[in-house]
């Protein structure tokens, strides 16, 4: 597709179960980003991939968290042992890169997760 | 650390006025600064982009300025429409850790 897709649009999980997200940048766009929006509050930066790797990975919440992108392309969420607190929505985006283009980031529709 | 501001949190205004919504930031070091729209239960769609060499952007009935010394920016809508009701959300682009941080957003309402 043209834009950025997230999958699943929503996720229902159980305390302490493991979870997955999954982002599919636009296709070209060699910087990808993780944000989490949780009700009421702005949008929390998580981490952020340059290719595959991860310059910044100082928004992670907790050891529960973790991040991979292979191929330059798809990357994906895990949160282990999944608690309450973890149900936001998670918005992925990718940009060129940065420096080298405009910076402007296109953004996901997101994955809501709620745990129960 | 950059902290964007974005007051007040919430507007709502009747249709056909024109207005102007703010945004300010800490640290005028930016690459750039984006405007962002999202409707409820969706993701974000980009409005507006601001390189830091730049004063402005228009596209439509919107248009962004920017002041990078006294780190502010507004965005201004001519000509509010009910369609225009969502949350408006301001983004600085800090180069050096290509970070995008986030202001809480403005929730615009126009009344018919």
């Known amino acids: 597709g043209a834009g950025v897709s997230q999958s699943p649009s929503n996720k229902v999980t159980e305390k302490g179960k493991d979870v997955e997200l999954r982002c599919d940048p636009i296709?070209?766009?060699?910087?990808l980003y993780w944000y989490r929006q949780s009700l009421g509050q702005g949008l929390e930066f998580l981490i952020y991939f340059q290719g595959n790797s991860a310059p910044d990975k100082s928004g992670l919440p907790s050891d529960r968290f973790s991040a991979e992108r292979t191929g330059g392309s798809v990357s994906t969420l895990t949160i282990q042992r999944t608690q309450q607190e973890d149900s936001a929505v998670y918005l992925c985006?990718?940009?060129?890169?940065?420096?080298?283009?405009?910076?402007?980031?296109?953004f996901g529709e997101g994955s809501r997760l709620t745990v129960l | 650390k950059q902290e964007v501001t974005q007051i007040p949190a919430a507007l709502s205004v009747p249709e056909g006025e024109n207005l102007v919504l703010n945004c300010s930031f800490t640290d005028s070091a930016i690459y750039n600064l984006q405007w962002f729209r999202q409707d409820p239960g969706k993701g974000l769609t980009s409005l507006l982009l601001i390189q830091s060499s730049q004063r402005e952007q228009t596209s439509g009935r919107l248009n962004a300025s920017l002041d990078k010394s006294s780190g502010r920016s507004t965005l201004y809508i001519a000509a509010s429409q009910p369609g225009d009701s969502a949350t408006y959300l301001c983004?600085?682009?800090?180069?050096?850790?290509?970070?995008?941080?986030f202001g809480k957003g403005i929730t615009l309402s126009v009344r018919p």
């Open positions: 296709s070209g766009h060699t910087a």
């Open positions: 983004a600085v682009f800090n180069g050096a850790n290509s970070k995008l941080t």
């Open positions: 985006a990718s940009s060129l890169m940065p420096r080298a283009n405009t910076g402007e980031l296109f």
